[in-house]
């Protein structure tokens, strides 16, 4: 079973920053997408970016220019970058991977795990 552990959350003054770190146990030179999701009180949880295999990103128009996702294989984590945060970025981040598995050499599936979820605070 694939672990994902996040790490970095906080409190933090508005237009502050952090870094989030996501830890996968898995290699993730072999995924099929990985990305950050958030949660704020009362709300859906909601795409703040991705990054996908071929290396594309894409961000959440609320987060563009502020926020910047990447990931370093050797290491098999996954980082999302946040600055000049936002009293409305306060919300519980998840980091999330698609991990292609395989029989022998024969592509099985994208099967996709989640990280427990890390607390982000912005304060005025």
């Known amino acids: 079973q694939v672990q994902l552990v996040e790490s970095g959350g906080g409190s933090v003054q508005a237009g502050g920053s952090l870094k989030l770190s996501c830890a996968v146990s898995?290699?993730?030179?072999?995924?099929?997408?990985m990305g950050w999701h958030r949660q704020a009180p009362g709300k859906e949880r909601e795409l703040v970016s991705i990054?996908?295999?071929?290396?594309?990103?894409n961000y959440a128009d609320s987060v563009k220019g502020r926020f910047t996702i990447s990931r370093d294989n050797g290491k098999n984590t996954l980082y999302l970058q946040m600055n000049s945060l936002h009293i409305e970025d306060t919300a519980v981040y998840y980091c999330?991977?698609?991990?292609?598995?395989?029989?022998?050499?024969?592509?099985?599936?994208?099967?996709?795990?989640w990280g427990q979820g890390t607390q982000v605070t912005v304060s005025s």
């Open positions: 999330a991977a698609g991990i292609k598995e395989y029989f022998g050499t024969i592509y099985l599936r994208c099967s996709n795990y």
């Open positions: 898995a290699d993730i030179s072999r995924n099929c997408g």
């Open positions: 990054i996908r295999s071929d290396g594309t990103i």
